[in-house]
């Protein structure tokens, strides 16, 4: 899959909502960015910037202990596909479907010269998840304590409905399962067995995924979604989805 095509897929975003559900979300947002520091501020400027920004807007703690969060240092993506690979044997993942793949885009540098650019995507575990929004069994929901958007496959009626509303495409309907699946972020293959790492981000030779919790100021995601100087966003932010998967370069 191409970037662009992520780009102009159809989303549940807030212009498709009513106006009354629609500025609940916005609002959620504009808290939510104070309390994360996430969603759409990162998207344009540096971690110091957001907190300059927000002056005056009390942020609370990380509402998750562990609060899981990836960052994606995007530029240094080979597109070697260990991670995906990682994944597949990790999680079992079919033939038919994914838990992250590698988009590319073709960035112009001169009249007949292009760059290639990679871009690891997969469940972004968002804080304001539509997917479990919108779940008509609550077979998706969001763990009270570590954050991760799960699936309890038993009570997936196979409706779609959260395919249908995931802004990033992160989910596929699992015909061995009878039901959607996604990533998970290894919870059950590897983290709740005491590893630290999930499969993806253990398997990158470039150290493009990094993995940790959010809310532990020792943790290489804290230090990099916090580093002054560092740009991050996330991927469509005026979704109002507010992403637990970090981008930046470097
Ligand atoms: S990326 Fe999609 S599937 Fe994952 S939590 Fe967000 S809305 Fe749900
Ligand atoms: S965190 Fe685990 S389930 Fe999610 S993409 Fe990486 S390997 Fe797959
Ligand atoms: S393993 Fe790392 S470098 Fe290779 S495709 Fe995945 S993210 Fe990119």
């Not at 989303?11 to 609940?24: A, I, T």
């Not at 960015?33 to 300059?52: C, D, E, K, P």
């Not at 989910?171 to 993806?200: H, M, P, Q, V, W």
């Amino acid at each position: 899959m191409k970037i662009e095509d992520l780009e102009r897929m159809k989303n549940e975003g807030p212009e498709s909502l009513p106006s009354e559900e629609r500025r609940k979300f916005l609002k959620m947002g504009l808290v939510v960015t104070g309390v994360f520091a996430g969603g759409s501020v990162l998207s344009l400027t540096s971690a110091r910037n957001v907190y300059g920004a927000l002056e005056g807007i009390k942020l609370k703690k990380y509402p998750y202990k562990p609060h899981y969060s990836m960052v994606i240092r995007q530029d240094r993506c080979i597109d070697c596909e260990l991670c995906k690979e990682a994944c597949v044997k990790t999680n079992n993942v079919p033939e038919y479907g994914y838990r992250t793949t590698i988009l590319e885009r073709e960035i112009p540098i001169g009249p007949d010269e292009f760059q290639r650019e990679f871009m690891p995507v997969l469940c972004n575990h968002c804080n304001q998840p539509p997917c479990v929004r919108v779940c008509p069994t609550k077979a998706t929901y969001k763990d009270k304590k570590t954050g991760i958007v799960m699936m309890e496959y038993k009570k997936c009626i196979g409706c779609k409905t959260c395919m249908a509303a995931c802004p990033y495409n992160a989910r596929y309907f699992n015909e061995e399962k009878r039901a959607i699946d996604k990533c998970n972020f290894c919870f059950d293959t590897r983290l709740s067995k005491g590893e630290k790492l999930t499969a993806c981000a253990a398997a990158c030779p470039a150290d493009v995924r990094i993995f940790g919790d959010l809310s532990d100021p020792e943790s290489r995601v804290y230090k990099l979604v916090h580093e002054p100087e560092r740009v991050v966003w996330v991927l469509r932010p005026e979704t109002g989805a507010l992403p637990n998967v970090y981008y930046t370069k470097g």
